[in-house]
C-alpha cells in the first residue's frame, strides 16, 4: 500500500484529505466524527469577529436528477465566541495528537490579527489559514475577499501575522480576481508558509419565478453568495495549475473547489496541489467519504507503481502550457465502435448544430451493420466523415455509451509546428506568413 | 343469462382498477431527467403517429407540463388514451437505446399519461380550431380511433367535419373493447370532447345506408373517410356455439363497458378460445370478475400467438393455463348449460397444414367458453355501400399507406377496415394521414406532414417517420429478440 500520509508545509496528517473550512468543521464534536471516519485533518470554521448569521443560508444548483451540482452560502464565519473554539481546538489536538487541526482566522485590525494569531498557537493549532475569501457579508466590512482582491493589502495583513505567528501560515485565495497568481504573490512575498485555494465564487443560484426572489431568501431578499461544489471543479484546477506553474509562487498548495472522491483529489494533486480540502461533498453526503477517498488514492497510486504521494504532486503541471505552444500539425479523429453504439445520434445532432458538420447519418446495411443501432430496423445510424473532421471532441463528450466513440491520432508526416515557431520561422525568412482570409 | 355475480361489485371494481398507476409529479420529472434526447429518436420512428417523445419527455423535465401536452396531442389527438392502451413495450418504450445501455428503457406511455392527464385536469386547452374554416365539407364514417384522429386532423386544417357512428357513444373500440383496467369508457368519451371542441360535429346511432345514403352524403360531402373498423367476432362453427354461455370476446367486453360490472355473467371456469391480445383481455377480464379457473386454447403454439409477449405474460400471472396445440370440436352442454368443450390435439402434417390427431380428444370441463378468434371483415357491407371499391385478399380495402386514399378518388379510408387489424395508434396515424390525403385532394397541393424538432423525418427514409412508414409492433418485437439472441450468443 502507497503511503499516503501527509507533509503540508511542514503540517504532519495521516492522509491530504482536509476538511475545509465551514459548517463541518464548527465544532469539536463534528472534527472527532470527522477524524474517527478517516479525515487526515481539519480547518476550524474562521474564528474572528462576532457575527450573527441570517436564515436561509443555503441554495444550490441541480443538474437533472443531479441534487446540488454546484452550492451556494451566505453563511458568515463562526457565531460562537472565539474562547469556545479555541478551547475546543485544545481538545480535539489532546485527543488526536497526530491529525492536522489548522484555525482559520478573519480579524481586522493588526492588534487583533496579532491576539488571535497568538491564541492559535496556544490553543495548539497545527497551523493557521487567513480567510481572505469569503465573497459575501464580511467583504461588506473589509475583510473575507476585500483583502484578498487586493494583493497589496493581503500581503500587508499577512505580514502582521508573519511577525507573531509560530506555526505555519497558510493563506486562503479567493477565485473572484483577474489574476489568481497576483494574489498568490503577494502572500508568497509577505512570508507565508503556504496557500490554499479556491474559496468560493461570487454567485446567485437561480431566481424563484413565483417570488423573484433568488435563493437563499432572507424576508424578501436575497444576496450574492459564495459558490462551491462540482461544478466549480474546473475553476479550482486551473487557478491551482496557474499558482503551481508560477516560479514566483513557489508556495505548497492546498487544493480546494469541488472535491467529492479520490479522482479529484488525485487531479488536484497531479496538477500541484499537496493535499486537499473538502466541504460541500461533506455537506451533501457526510464524512464517510473520506473512505473512498483514502482507499481510492492509494490504490491508485498502487496500480501505477508510486511509493508516496509526493511522486504524484505536480505531475500534470507542466503538461499545460499556452496555446501558442500547441502543435498545429497533429490530427485527431472521433472514430464510432458500432458494437457499442446505441443509435441515439446525439454526436449526429451536436457535431451538425453544434461543431463542424463531420457527421452524416447513413442506413445501416450501407456501413455493413446488420440491425443497426437503436433497435428499429433499418434505423439510420451515424458516420463520421474522417476526412472532414476536425478533431474537436464533441461527438465524444456527448456520447453516452463509455468508450463507444474514441479519439484516434491520424499520423502524418508533417513535423512538430506550434504557433510560436510559426512566428520565428516566418520572422526567420523560412516560412511565408499565413494568407489572410478571403 | 342464469349467471349470478362471482364476487361483490366493489371487489370487482377494485379489481378493474388501473394495471400502471399514474406517475406522481416527482416521479415524472426523475424519470424524464432519464431520457438522453435521442435525436431523430427511435422511440419517434416507432410510433405510428410519429409523437416527437425525447422533446415532450424534455419539456416534463423542465416542467414545461402544458407544452408536452401540445407536443403530444398535435401530433396524435388521442395521445392520452394511446397513454393507457399502447403496447408501448414493443412500440416506443421497446424502441428505446436505453435497452442497449443495460437500462431500463424510459416509461414513456407513463409520462404520455402524465403530460395528457395534467391538461385534461386542469382543463387547460392545447389544441385550437383555426380561427376561419373553408367552408369545405367532408364525412367521416365511424367514430372509432382512425376516424377522429382523420377528423381532427381535418378540423384543425379548417374543414367542417361531420363524424357518423352507429353505436349510441362516440370512441370505438376506444369506448366499448379495452381492457377496463387500461381504460374506462367514461376517459374515452371524456377524451373524444377534445375532438368536438376543434369544431367536429359527431352524430350518433346513425347506420350509413340505412338511415343515410352514400349519395346523399356525396352531394353534401366532398370526401368521404371510411374507418368503420370490423365487423362482429368470427364463429367458430361447432355444434353448441350458440348456447348463451358461449360468448363473443368483444361482446363480453363491450358489456363490461356499458353494463353494471356485477352483471356481467362470467364463469367459474372459463375456457378462451384463441390466442391474441383480445383474447388475453378476455382472460385478464374474467379473472377480475372472480373466475376461478381460466384456460387458453390455441391450435398453433406459444411462437405462432399473436399476442405479444408481455400480454401472454400478464395473463399467465394472472393464472391463466395455456393449451397450446390443441382446437375445440364441439361444446358439451348439459341441462342447456356448458358443462365443457371438446378439444382435440393438433399437428402440422406434412404439407404444412394443421390437423387433427385422431384420438386424442378430451373434454376440458368449463361453464363458459369465450371466443376470440378474430373479427369479420367488412367485405360485403362496404361492397354494399361502395360497389367499385376495391379489396384486398385480406379483406381490408385497398389503401395508399401515405395518404389514405383508395380506388375511389373522393374515398379515403385507415384504422381496422383499412390495415385488417392493428392498434389504435396506428388507426389515428391512418387517419391523420387520410386528413392530409383529403387535404391534398381538395387542395391539389402535395401534402404536407407536420414534423417535429428533433426528427428527421420522412427525408430519411424510415428513420424517424413514425408517422410516414410505422414499424409493425410484431416487427419491432422479432428485431428485438433477434438482437438479443445475437447478444446472448455473444457473452457465451
Request: net charge neutral; glycine share 10%.
Amino acid at each position: 500500500m502507497a503511503d499516503l500520509s501527509s507533509n503540508f508545509a511542514g503540517i504532519k496528517s495521516p492522509n491530504p484529505f482536509w476538511v475545509a473550512s465551514g459548517p463541518p468543521s464548527n465544532t469539536a464534536y463534528q472534527t472527532h466524527r470527522a477524524f474517527e471516519a478517516g479525515w487526515g485533518g481539519l480547518v476550524w470554521k474562521t474564528i474572528g469577529t462576532p457575527i450573527v448569521n441570517v436564515a436561509s443560508r443555503y441554495s444550490a444548483l441541480n443538474f437533472g436528477n443531479q441534487r446540488m451540482i454546484g452550492f451556494n452560502n451566505i453563511e458568515l464565519i463562526s457565531d460562537r465566541a472565539p474562547e469556545t473554539n479555541f478551547l475546543e481546538i485544545a481538545e480535539v489536538k489532546k485527543r488526536w495528537p497526530n491529525h492536522a487541526v489548522i484555525a482559520s482566522l478573519m480579524v481586522e485590525t493588526r492588534e487583533e490579527w496579532r491576539e488571535f494569531v497568538k491564541r492559535a498557537a496556544d490553543c495548539g493549532a497545527d497551523g493557521i489559514e487567513l480567510n481572505y475569501g469569503c465573497p459575501h457579508g464580511m467583504c461588506e466590512r473589509g475583510m473575507g475577499s476585500a483583502v484578498g482582491q487586493q494583493p497589496e493589502v493581503a500581503e500587508r495583513i499577512t505580514s502582521w501575522v508573519m511577525e507573531t505567528a509560530t506555526s505555519p501560515v497558510i493563506v486562503k485565495l479567493t477565485p473572484n480576481i483577474t489574476d489568481i497568481t497576483a494574489a498568490a504573490r503577494a502572500a508568497k512575498r509577505a512570508g507565508a508558509n503556504a496557500i490554499s485555494l479556491i474559496n468560493t465564487i461570487n454567485s446567485i443560484t437561480n431566481v424563484n419565478l413565483d417570488t423573484f426572489v433568488p435563493e437563499p431568501t432572507v424576508a424578501g431578499l436575497s444576496s450574492h453568495g459564495g459558490y462551491c461544489g462540482p461544478a466549480v471543479k474546473p475553476i479550482a484546477l486551473n487557478m491551482v495549475q496557474c499558482c503551481a506553474a508560477d516560479p514566483k509562487v513557489a508556495l505548497p498548495i492546498s487544493g480546494i473547489g469541488g472535491v467529492a472522491n479520490w479522482r479529484d483529489a488525485a487531479e488536484f494533486i497531479a496538477l500541484g496541489a499537496t493535499n486537499v480540502q473538502v466541504c460541500t461533498a461533506i455537506m451533501h453526503y457526510g464524512f464517510r467519504i473520506v473512505q473512498d477517498m483514502n482507499e481510492g488514492l492509494s490504490t491508485y497510486l498502487d496500480s501505477k507503481g508510486m511509493q508516496s504521494l509526493e511522486e504524484l504532486v505536480g505531475k500534470s503541471v507542466r503538461n499545460v502550457n499556452e496555446w501558442k505552444d500547441l502543435d498545429l500539425n497533429f490530427q485527431r479523429v472521433a472514430r464510432i465502435e458500432y458494437d457499442k453504439c446505441i443509435g441515439c445520434n446525439l454526436c449526429y445532432i451536436a457535431c451538425e448544430d453544434g461543431a463542424h458538420q463531420c457527421i452524416d447519418l447513413v442506413a445501416p446495411e450501407s456501413i455493413g451493420v446488420d440491425l443497426g443501432p437503436g433497435r428499429v430496423p433499418h434505423k439510420v445510424l451515424p458516420k463520421i466523415r474522417e476526412d472532414d473532421c476536425v478533431g474537436c471532441n464533441l461527438c465524444s463528450l456527448v456520447c453516452p455509451v463509455h468508450n463507444c466513440i474514441t479519439m484516434v491520432e491520424i499520423k502524418n508526416d508533417k513535423p512538430r509546428m506550434s504557433w510560436s515557431e510559426l512566428q520565428d520561422r516566418v520572422a526567420r525568412g523560412e516560412m511565408k506568413p499565413i494568407p489572410p482570409h478571403p | 343469462m342464469s349467471f349470478k355475480p362471482l364476487l361483490p361489485i366493489e371487489a370487482i371494481t377494485a379489481n378493474m382498477a388501473d394495471l400502471h398507476l399514474p406517475l406522481r409529479p416527482q416521479e415524472a420529472i426523475v424519470e424524464a431527467d432519464r431520457c438522453l434526447y435521442c435525436f431523430d429518436a427511435p422511440c419517434i420512428a416507432a410510433c405510428p403517429t410519429g409523437i416527437d417523445v425525447p422533446g415532450f419527455i424534455k419539456k416534463i423535465a423542465a416542467r414545461n407540463e402544458v407544452g408536452a401536452a401540445k407536443t403530444i396531442l398535435t401530433a396524435n389527438i388521442l395521445g392520452a388514451s394511446c397513454a393507457r392502451v399502447c403496447p408501448t413495450k414493443v412500440l416506443c418504450e421497446g424502441a428505446c437505446v436505453l435497452h442497449d445501455r443495460d437500462q431500463k428503457p424510459i416509461e414513456i406511455g407513463r409520462l404520455q399519461r402524465f403530460a395528457t392527464d395534467y391538461v385534461s385536469e386542469r382543463k387547460i386547452s392545447v389544441l385550437k380550431p383555426p380561427a376561419t374554416k373553408n367552408g369545405i365539407a367532408i364525412a367521416v364514417i365511424g367514430a372509432g380511433p382512425a376516424g377522429l384522429g382523420c377528423a381532427a386532423e381535418l378540423a384543425q386544417l379548417g374543414y367542417s367535419v361531420t363524424v357518423f357512428e352507429k353505436e349510441k357513444l362516440p370512441g370505438g373500440l376506444n369506448t366499448y373493447g379495452i381492457a377496463l383496467y387500461k381504460m374506462t369508457p367514461a376517459f374515452s368519451l371524456e377524451e373524444i370532447e377534445l375532438v368536438k371542441s376543434l369544431g367536429v360535429q359527431i352524430q350518433c346511432g346513425v347506420n350509413i345506408g340505412k338511415d343515410k345514403s352514400i349519395a346523399d352524403m356525396e352531394r353534401e360531402f366532398k370526401a368521404i373517410f371510411v374507418a368503420i373498423g370490423l365487423g362482429a367476432g368470427n364463429r367458430l362453427g361447432i355444434p353448441g356455439e350458440d348456447l348463451p354461455q358461449v360468448v363473443d370476446a368483444l361482446t363480453f367486453i363491450k358489456r363490461l363497458h356499458s353494463e353494471p360490472l356485477n352483471s356481467v355473467a362470467v364463469g367459474e371456469r372459463v375456457v378462451v378460445i384463441g390466442c391474441g391480445n383480445t383474447a388475453v383481455d378476455s382472460v385478464t377480464q374474467s379473472i377480475r370478475l372472480g373466475a376461478k379457473q381460466v384456460s387458453v386454447v390455441y391450435r398453433r403454439g406459444q411462437n405462432e400467438m399473436s399476442a405479444y409477449d408481455f400480454e401472454y405474460a400478464h395473463a399467465k400471472h394472472d393464472g391463466a393455463t395455456f393449451l397450446f396445440h390443441c382446437m375445440p370440436l364441439e361444446v358439451v352442454a348439459s341441462g342447456g348449460h356448458v358443462s365443457g368443450i371438446k378439444l382435440v390435439k393438433t399437428k402440422v402434417n406434412a404439407a404444412g397444414n394443421l390437423e387433427a390427431v385422431a384420438g386424442s380428444e378430451w373434454i376440458e370441463p368449463c361453464d363458459m367458453i369465450v371466443k376470440a378468434v378474430g373479427q369479420e371483415k367488412q367485405v360485403p357491407f362496404l361492397k354494399k355501400l361502395f360497389p367499385t371499391l376495391a379489396m384486398n385478399k385480406r379483406g381490408g380495402i385497398v389503401t395508399d399507406a401515405l395518404t389514405g386514399a383508395t380506388s375511389l378518388p373522393h374515398v379515403f379510408t385507415g384504422g381496422d377496415c383499412s390495415n385488417a387489424g392493428r392498434e389504435v395508434v396506428n388507426a389515428v396515424g391512418e387517419g391523420k394521414k387520410a386528413a392530409h390525403g383529403i387535404h391534398q385532394f381538395v387542395t391539389k397541393k402535395q401534402p404536407e406532414f407536420p414534423m417535429q424538432h428533433s426528427r428527421m423525418g420522412h427525408k430519411a427514409g424510415a428513420s424517424g417517420s413514425g408517422l410516414l412508414h410505422p414499424i409493425r409492433a410484431h416487427e419491432l418485437e422479432a428485431a428485438l429478440a433477434k438482437r438479443l439472441s445475437a447478444q446472448g450468443k455473444a457473452n457465451k
